[in-house]
């Protein structure tokens, strides 16, 4: 399905001068014998006070030379930042640990969602349990992340009324994975057994970040309610979250007190929130880590991801299969096979428009591209379709969420046209995306120009960006090239400087 393709035929001295000093010539005769006159006394007094002057300036300049910047008195584990020289190695997936929170109950069930992104030869990971899993075949694979069993956590208090204990043990994974010390670890990003990560992404990203200064870096939930209940600036854990090695070891070290203090909380992200908050140190928000607290069908937020990489999926046991005629493992296998070709550009949005026939493109690329008929504008494509239904139930859900969405049409004949990804190619002159038409149903309003359009084949080349182009990302342009009724082709490629994404320019 996913394959390549083959290929077709001395510093300048200053010069300084100091006037001389004017001294009136003794005369010829000896005045020893003459009383001193007026202008005799007045020359020396005047010698006199440019010597002053002299050595006045003279101390004052020794003192300023000498001067340091008072000390601010600090604890030790502020940490002080440090300028990269010119040797200064980029960031890899060998700099990452990956802390993966799991019990002994849900390791055998879940850890087919940690062979979907775990590398044992390319990707440092370590899972941690209450207690050893059972022995089985396939959960002691050495295509598994390494367990390791939590230490005691019975000294700490929860009083959470209803909440889950095992919320301390989650919380103090940071402290056991970071005081393990395991070498040349730049940053530690910590996440749940059904979290679905995209490992070059997340390199990526974190490469934005100098990893010797504190840094908290993740998302909050896509429910506002959720983040009204706990908090806008907590990085919920599901989603995944990443903490520098620098503000790791100051939080290995207090993580227990803090764990005294916060027993009234649900969750182990809210108390490793609290803890990194009395540092002092907020969220650096990264919106490509998906908590995803929502149920249903994820169409509509994976069809308009934010400009940003994908850097993991969460709750994935509460959705719908992301494509169609699979079971959940299958349509997770078939989007992270196309995410190996190409992991910067997965799920993200391009559009564009065929002029000639009046059509708008909206491709979200290595999962669905939407056809619609006439002009659409871009603005209205990027605000996220309401496929899905809110992570909590009952009739007091409002269902406000933190971005903005639009209905999706109850009736299939009312909805854009769809095409789901079924295959990548690639070889050294690009990457061949393809997409068959997905049919719900028979529509019978449809133009000449849509009803025989079977396939849609995306041609791009891999998309790399540096740590300036992540900082500012700028959405990529398309083409609709010329072809036949049943398949269309288009291109995507980088805008123009003053490249507008519109129907008419």
Not at 256 to 262: F, I, Q
Not at 279 to 307: N, V
């Amino acid at each position: 399905m996913f394959q390549r393709r083959k290929p077709s035929t001395g510093n300048l001295p200053v010069s300084t001068s100091v006037p001389e000093l004017e001294t009136p010539m003794p005369s010829s005769s000896s005045s020893a014998s003459k009383p001193t006159s007026f202008c005799d006394s007045l020359s020396f007094k005047s010698l006199l006070f440019s010597f002053s002057l002299l050595l006045n300036l003279y101390l004052i300049f020794l003192l300023c030379s000498q001067r340091v910047p008072p000390t601010i008195s600090t604890r030790s584990s502020t940490f002080v930042p440090t300028t990269r020289s010119s040797t200064f190695v980029p960031t890899t997936r060998s700099h990452i640990l990956f802390a993966i929170a799991s019990s002994s109950v849900s390791w055998p069930r879940r850890h087919p969602y940690l062979r979907l992104w775990y590398s044992p030869n390319t990707t440092r990971s370590l899972a941690f349990l209450d207690s050893p899993p059972a022995s089985d075949s396939s959960s002691s694979s050495s295509s598994l992340p390494s367990v390791v069993i939590n230490g005691d956590t019975s000294r700490f208090p929860y009083t959470f009324r209803g909440g889950l204990r095992s919320a301390i043990r989650v919380a103090r994974v940071v402290k056991e994975a970071v005081e393990r010390g395991e070498k040349e670890v730049r940053w530690f990003v910590f996440g749940d057994d059904d979290t679905v990560f995209l490992v070059e992404n997340v390199v990526s990203v974190l490469s934005k970040y100098d990893h010797d200064r504190w840094y908290y870096v993740g998302s909050n939930s896509e429910s506002y309610e959720q983040n009204e209940k706990y908090s806008f600036e907590m990085a919920f854990g599901g989603g995944g979250f990443a903490v520098s090695h620098a503000l790791g070891r100051v939080l290995a070290r207090v993580l227990d007190s803090c764990l005294k203090r916060y027993g009234h909380l649900y969750g182990s992200d809210a108390r490793i929130y609290s803890c990194v908050a009395e540092l002092g140190i907020g969220l650096t928000h990264e919106p490509g880590f998906h908590q995803l607290d929502m149920r249903g069908d994820l169409f509509g937020i994976l069809a308009a991801h934010p400009l940003s990489p994908l850097l993991s999926l969460h709750h994935l046991e509460a959705v719908e299969p992301l494509f169609p005629n699979m079971n959940r493992t299958q349509a997770l296998e078939h989007l992270m096979a196309a995410a190996a070709v190409d992991p910067a550009r997965i799920l993200q949005q391009t559009v564009c428009y065929d002029r000639s026939k009046s059509l708008t493109f909206s491709v979200s690329w290595g999962f669905a591209i939407q056809v619609f008929e006439g002009n659409e504008f871009l603005p209205d494509l990027l605000q996220v379709q309401r496929t899905f239904v809110p992570w909590k139930r009952g009739s007091k859900v409002v269902g406000k969420f933190m971005f903005n969405t639009r209905d999706y049409p109850r009736d299939p004949c009312q909805r854009p046209f769809l095409f789901f990804m079924k295959s990548v190619e690639y070889d050294k002159s690009g990457i061949w995306s393809n997409y068959t038409r997905h049919a719900v149903g028979k529509c019978f309003e449809e133009s000449n120009s849509v009803k025989q359009l079977k396939k849609i084949i995306v041609f791009s080349r891999k998309l790399v960006l540096n740590v300036e182009e992540l900082k500012a990302p700028r959405r990529q342009c398309c083409d609709v090239l010329p072809s036949s009724n049943e398949t269309t082709i288009i291109h995507l490629r980088h805008c123009g400087t003053d490249e507008l994404i519109s129907m008419y320019q």
